[in-house]
């Protein structure tokens, strides 16, 4: 079916990504059917562009026969708070029209934001009515919403708003070749060789200036994160550099992303005991060499268990990456996969659902994984796995272009939640971020507020303005 959208609001591109979780049953188009969302403030119908002046606004959605009118008080209200309430609510009028029409609910009703847990916590802290708030409200289902509120519970003693705490991110985008469903900007090492010695001088020159940085606010650093990339593509010369210039930083967790099988080694693993690393990651993704072989990871089932066992000789917690919806894979193939990282009993397991994202070989090979129920059987199969074999989920986020407008969820086994990606999905902390394309963000939460400032995402152009990088730092963090 396709629709043809006209609004008299700002907030199109939000109605576009409602529109856009009903992919593919619902798309826009010119000659659609006309849908139309108008919101009038005290019988006023232009662009409005302060919503503090008005006591009351009308939605009225039409489309062909259908027609829906809510009226919304927002005396007293801000702009900001006016726009967002209206947004919200003509967002969930646009959910309830498409649903009546194709007769489809999704799992996270009107939800499009990819931290459903970062809204639950809020609500549920100046309302106090979270649950009710997403199942009656934001339509999310009602198995969704448990999920979601049982997350933000196993968060407790991790999440936190304290100011004067930070995390440090360390990122390294290079890696040893590159996965077919890969969007991440990571240079292939074999094709950016001679930029790597210089890359890692500059990046160690970085960190030493946000240790100073760290000592002088009186910041007390709750988490280092090296991730990329595969910080371990590096040689074992440069990963010892980098990973013991970071040794001297007191902190409660330090995570080395170590991701592919194929780039760790007995001496990778020393450097990360010798610097204090806490926890570091091997992903398989799948334990199916055919699929391992397709995607281009590099390496066989075989050496994740190799590695994995290695690995197990020293004291980190360890997770594990696994994907829904990799190409050609079958549930059967998926459920082997879960099973065999249930088997190994990693402290961490995160399960992704594909997300085709722009940069990536498949969206260049347009590739379509359109199966919203595969996807859905998969993810639900994971989470009784999962969870049966005594694991929590403690962290989640959604993504756009995600299959089936599901979610990526992390478990953990019991005490075992890693600090660092509880802050960045709940965007509670000020993050110091090193390296090119690493994004650093302060968090002023009276204010409501997160300002970001992120450095230049390619290598080269990141090696051209070391100065400038420098002086834009200490003015964000002054
Ligand atoms: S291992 Fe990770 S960073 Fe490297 S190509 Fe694959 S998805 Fe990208």
């Given at each position: 079916?396709?629709?043809?959208?006209?609004?008299n609001?700002?907030?199109e591109?939000?109605?576009?990504?409602?529109?856009?979780?009903?992919s593919?049953?619902?798309?826009?188009?010119?000659?659609g059917?006309?849908?139309?969302?108008?919101?009038?403030?005290?019988?006023?119908?232009?662009?409005?562009?302060?919503?503090?002046?008005?006591?009351?606004?009308?939605?009225?959605?039409?489309?062909?026969?259908?027609?829906?009118?809510?009226?919304?008080?927002?005396?007293?209200?801000?702009?900001?708070?006016?726009?967002?309430?209206?947004?919200?609510?003509?967002?969930?009028?646009?959910?309830d029209?498409?649903?009546?029409?194709?007769?489809?609910?999704?799992?996270?009703?009107?939800?499009?934001?990819?931290?459903?847990?970062?809204?639950?916590?809020?609500?549920?802290?100046?309302?106090?009515?979270?649950?009710e708030?997403?199942?009656?409200?934001?339509r999310?289902?009602?198995?969704?919403?448990?999920?979601?509120?049982?997350?933000?519970?196993?968060?407790?003693?991790?999440y936190?708003?304290?100011?004067?705490?930070?995390?440090?991110?360390?990122?390294?985008?290079?890696?040893?070749?590159?996965?077919?469903?890969?969007?991440?900007?990571?240079?292939?090492?074999?094709?950016?060789?001679?930029?790597?010695?210089?890359?890692?001088?500059?990046?160690?020159?970085?960190?030493?200036?946000?240790?100073?940085?760290?000592?002088?606010?009186?910041?007390?650093?709750?988490?280092?994160?090296?991730?990329?990339?595969?910080?371990?593509?590096?040689?074992?010369?440069?990963?010892?550099?980098?990973?013991?210039?970071?040794?001297?930083?007191?902190?409660?967790?330090?995570?080395?992303?170590?991701?592919?099988?194929?780039?760790?080694?007995?001496?990778?693993?020393?450097?990360?005991?010798?610097s204090?690393?806490?926890?570091?990651?091997?992903?398989?993704?799948?334990?199916?060499?055919?699929?391992?072989?397709?995607?281009?990871?590099?390496?066989?089932?075989q050496?994740?268990?190799?590695?994995?066992?290695?690995?197990?000789?020293?004291?980190?917690?360890?997770?594990?990456?696994?994907?829904?919806?990799?190409?050609?894979?079958?549930?059967?193939?998926?459920?082997?996969?879960?099973?065999?990282?249930?088997?190994?009993?990693?402290?961490?397991?995160?399960?992704?659902t594909?997300?085709?994202?722009?940069?990536?070989?498949?969206?260049?090979?347009?590739?379509?994984?359109?199966?919203?129920?595969?996807?859905?059987?998969?993810?639900?199969?994971?989470?009784?796995?999962?969870?049966?074999?005594?694991?929590?989920?403690?962290?989640?986020?959604?993504?756009?272009?995600?299959?089936?407008?599901?979610?990526?969820?992390?478990?953990?086994?019991?005490?075992?939640?890693?600090?660092?990606?509880?802050?960045?999905?709940?965007?509670?902390?000020?993050?110091?971020?090193?390296g090119?394309?690493?994004?650093?963000?302060?968090?002023?939460?009276?204010?409501?507020?997160?300002?970001?400032?992120?450095?230049?995402?390619?290598?080269?152009?990141?090696?051209?303005?070391?100065?400038?990088?420098?002086?834009?730092?200490?003015k964000?963090?002054?």
């Amino acid at each position: 079916m396709e629709l043809k959208l006209t609004t008299n609001s700002t907030f199109e591109m939000d109605f576009m990504d409602i529109i856009r979780l009903f992919s593919p049953h619902i798309e826009v188009c010119e000659q659609g059917l006309p849908c139309d969302i108008e919101i009038k403030c005290c019988e006023n119908a232009g662009k409005i562009t302060d919503y503090s002046t008005y006591n009351n606004a009308k939605i009225t959605i039409k489309s062909g026969e259908y027609i829906a009118c809510e009226n919304l008080d927002i005396t007293g209200l801000s702009d900001i708070k006016s726009k967002s309430e209206l947004k919200r609510l003509s967002k969930v009028m646009l959910y309830d029209y498409i649903a009546s029409i194709t007769g489809i609910t999704l799992p996270y009703g009107s939800l499009t934001g990819i931290r459903p847990t970062k809204l639950y916590h809020e609500r549920q802290a100046d309302n106090g009515d979270a649950y009710e708030y997403f199942t009656n409200f934001l339509r999310v289902s009602k198995e969704s919403t448990d999920l979601i509120s049982n997350i933000c519970e196993n968060q407790q003693g991790i999440y936190s708003l304290d100011e004067s705490e930070v995390d440090f991110f360390v990122n390294i985008p290079i890696c040893v070749s590159r996965c077919s469903y890969c969007s991440f900007i990571a240079a292939e090492l074999g094709k950016i060789k001679h930029w790597v010695a210089p890359y890692v001088a500059q990046l160690i020159r970085e960190i030493e200036r946000a240790k100073k940085l760290v000592n002088q606010s009186s910041y007390k650093v709750r988490s280092i994160y090296v991730g990329g990339g595969t910080p371990t593509s590096l040689s074992e010369k440069d990963f010892r550099r980098v990973i013991s210039s970071l040794a001297s930083i007191e902190c409660d967790e330090f995570t080395v992303e170590a991701g592919r099988p194929d780039t760790i080694s007995r001496e990778k693993l020393d450097t990360m005991r010798d610097s204090g690393v806490t926890r570091i990651s091997i992903n398989p993704q799948s334990f199916n060499d055919n699929t391992l072989d397709s995607v281009g990871r590099g390496h066989s089932s075989q050496m994740i268990y190799d590695v994995y066992k290695m690995a197990r000789e020293y004291t980190f917690d360890i997770n594990m990456d696994l994907i829904a919806m990799l190409p050609d894979e079958s549930l059967q193939d998926f459920k082997y996969s879960v099973d065999e990282a249930v088997k190994l009993a990693p402290d961490n397991i995160t399960v992704h659902t594909l997300a085709i994202k722009k940069g990536s070989k498949l969206k260049l090979a347009s590739y379509d994984n359109n199966g919203d129920d595969l996807a859905a059987s998969m993810v639900d199969y994971s989470r009784a796995a999962i969870e049966s074999a005594g694991y929590k989920p403690y962290y989640m986020y959604k993504q756009k272009y995600m299959s089936g407008n599901l979610d990526n969820t992390g478990y953990m086994k019991e005490g075992k939640a890693c600090i660092y990606n509880i802050d960045i999905m709940e965007e509670t902390h000020t993050v110091i971020a090193c390296g090119a394309g690493g994004i650093s963000k302060r968090v002023f939460h009276s204010e409501g507020r997160i300002e970001r400032l992120a450095n230049p995402k390619g290598m080269d152009v990141y090696m051209e303005r070391e100065e400038k990088i420098d002086v834009d730092k200490n003015k964000f963090f002054g």
